[in-house]
């Protein structure tokens, strides 16, 4: 071999210059560290727990990631309708959605799961579940085939009924066209209520209301005040059913692709914003009261009895529509021994 003047081998020199080169190179960990990720987060809904809880989640992210992550947020369904919304995250243009898990039975049907009717008897029972580690581990799961990865599952209180005319006894459902989401388990709790179930994406409630093109909509009272319902139907009856389950969902690529340590900081935030969220959820219902009865609106429950015979003709729904799917029998059954354990 040739020396150099030095009295090193060429090839060794060589060797030596390329060792120090890779050392001075950064590594790809490092080099993603001053890197900025945008997460565009969006929701139905505006001024109500799932914008709150994007709000803190955001909050919370750019915070611990140090800025490494740059959260927007989009209320009101600004970037379409939810099944757009849903589809956006599943292929990436958005990087997460919140909502209702009912909307996604298209994708897999457990997710509908905590959404049959009389499963939970009182809000706090309703919580409870939403923070066990197997119902959430089950829910949190889904979708993972299909480009999704939950994050957060919180409670949003319970389902109302809104209606342009006052419904003060059951009886009084019948022949009624009620919106309600696209879930086998609401389709089937109206038609045993004798009203027809009509199935429709948040934003076209309000314009088929004004339209009479439905006579009232199942849904929850976070959403009818904050979108000026009583101006069309000022007439609410509690009937508590089912339990509103929001989810938290990403897309599971982008979080993937995301150094560890911020696929961490989002895991843990979303969590804890999950949790944090319940005091926030109390005060805003007894708000939400308040505001809709302040505002010309009527608010009314079924009779004890008649809100016991619902309960009990409610009952069997999750079982009986769940047969002939082993994956979501087993899911619902999984939910249920879970209420049991948290009454």
């Not at 999704?148 to 009084?172: D, Q, T, W, Y």
């Not at 989002?266 to 505002?295: C, M, Y």
């Not at 608010?299 to 009895?305: A, N, V």
Request: proline share 6%.
């Amino acid at each position: 071999m040739r020396l150099t003047s030095r009295g090193m081998f060429a090839g060794e020199f060589a060797a030596v210059a390329i060792i120090a080169g890779l050392a001075l190179t950064p590594s790809p960990a490092s080099a993603t560290d001053d890197k900025t990720y945008v997460m565009k987060l969006s929701t139905a809904t505006v001024n109500d727990v799932q914008h709150e809880w994007m709000k803190r989640f955001v909050a919370a992210v750019e915070k611990d990631s140090g800025g490494r992550i740059k959260g927007e947020i989009y209320p009101s369904s600004q970037l379409g309708s939810i099944p757009r919304q849903i589809e956006g995250t599943q292929f990436g243009s958005i990087q997460g959605w919140v909502g209702p898990p009912e909307f996604m039975v298209g994708i897999d049907q457990r997710y509908e799961a905590m959404t049959a009717p009389a499963l939970f008897t009182s809000l706090a029972q309703h919580i409870r579940v939403t923070n066990d580690p197997a119902v959430s581990a089950m829910m949190l799961g889904l979708g993972a085939n299909k480009g999704l990865l939950g994050v957060g599952l919180f409670s949003s209180g319970m389902n109302s009924v809104v209606s342009r005319k006052p419904i003060r006894h059951l009886a009084e459902f019948k022949g009624m066209k009620i919106r309600v989401l696209a879930s086998p388990f609401q389709l089937e709790m109206i038609k045993r209520m004798d009203a027809s179930p009509v199935a429709m994406s948040l934003g076209d409630v309000l314009p088929a209301l004004q339209q009479g093109a439905i006579d009232g909509s199942l849904g929850n009272i976070a959403v009818f005040t904050p979108f000026h319902y009583q101006d069309t139907a000022k007439y609410i009856v509690e009937i508590n059913q089912p339990y509103v389950t929001c989810i938290a969902v990403m897309n599971k690529k982008w979080f993937e692709a995301l150094p560890a340590d911020l696929q961490n900081v989002l895991r843990e935030d979303a969590t804890a914003a999950s949790k944090g969220i319940v005091p926030f959820l109390h005060d805003f219902i007894d708000a939400q009261h308040k505001e809709w009865t302040g505002n010309g609106g009527e608010l009314t429950s079924l009779p004890d009895g008649e809100q016991a015979a619902l309960n009990a003709s409610l009952a069997s729904i999750g079982e009986d529509l769940s047969k002939p799917n082993p994956d979501l029998s087993q899911a619902i059954k999984l939910i249920s021994e879970s209420a049991s354990r948290n009454k």
